[in-house]
């Protein structure tokens, strides 16, 4: 079985190869000869992964899937969640990010967060979501130096470690985007 992913990082590409049964070949917009970006105008994670898996099914006409992922800290309001990559602006890094919300949670008791992916799935012209979250808490300073984007300043429930400490394999067997990978996986196999 064939899936085309609207997405192009590699890292996450891995992820998925690793988690999804060897029936389900998961193509990526480099194989299907798409070098584009894709706007992400949504105000939820919902929507933006809507988005992106309807503007691939509308290019290509094939089963489709895109995800949509992001923290959410709830002495924020929620915040960053669906601006999650570009939360300290434009352009900005992982670590520029870190530093902001390290910066607003200053002298706050409360810093429980969650990760969420939402993974929105067009198969045989039918469309299915699936979610994934982990609950944690926001550290007080940046520890660890693998993983991506918020990994050093969160601390899953039941952990000691940062994602940001773990290995690969650590963090991909309780993340987020594990969970949701493999409500879809079980999806696929049960088709
Ligand atoms: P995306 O939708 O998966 O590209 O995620 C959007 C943004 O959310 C990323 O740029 C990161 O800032 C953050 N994010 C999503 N998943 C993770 C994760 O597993 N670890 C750390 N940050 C993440």
Redesign the pocket.
């Given at each position: 079985m064939k899936l085309i992913f609207a997405s192009g990082?590699q890292y996450?590409l891995q992820e998925l190869q690793s988690k999804l049964n060897s029936s389900i070949e998961v193509l990526s917009m480099r194989d299907v000869g798409f070098a584009g970006d894709i706007d992400e105008p949504g105000e939820t994670l919902e929507e933006n992964a809507k988005i992106k898996a309807e503007y691939i099914h509308n290019l290509f006409h094939e089963n489709c899937f895109a995800?949509?992922?992001?923290?959410e800290i709830n002495a924020l309001n929620g915040e960053p969640g669906v601006y999650?990559?570009r939360y300290a602006g434009e352009g900005c890094s992982?670590a520029d990010?870190n530093e902001k919300v390290l910066e607003k949670l200053k002298g706050i008791e409360d810093r429980t967060a969650r990760?969420r992916t939402v993974i929105h799935l067009i198969y045989d012209n039918q469309h299915y979501v699936f979610e994934g979250e982990v609950k944690g808490k926001i550290t007080m300073t940046n520890k660890g130096v693998d993983?991506?984007?918020?990994?050093p300043i969160f601390i899953p429930d039941g952990q000691i470690k940062t994602?940001a400490e773990m290995t690969l394999d650590e963090k991909n067997s309780i993340?987020?985007?594990a969970k949701a990978v493999q409500k879809l996986s079980d999806f696929l196999l049960n088709r």
């Open positions: 990082n996450k995800d949509d992922s992001g923290i999650s990559a992982f990010n990760f993983g991506f984007g918020y990994d994602f993340s987020h985007r």
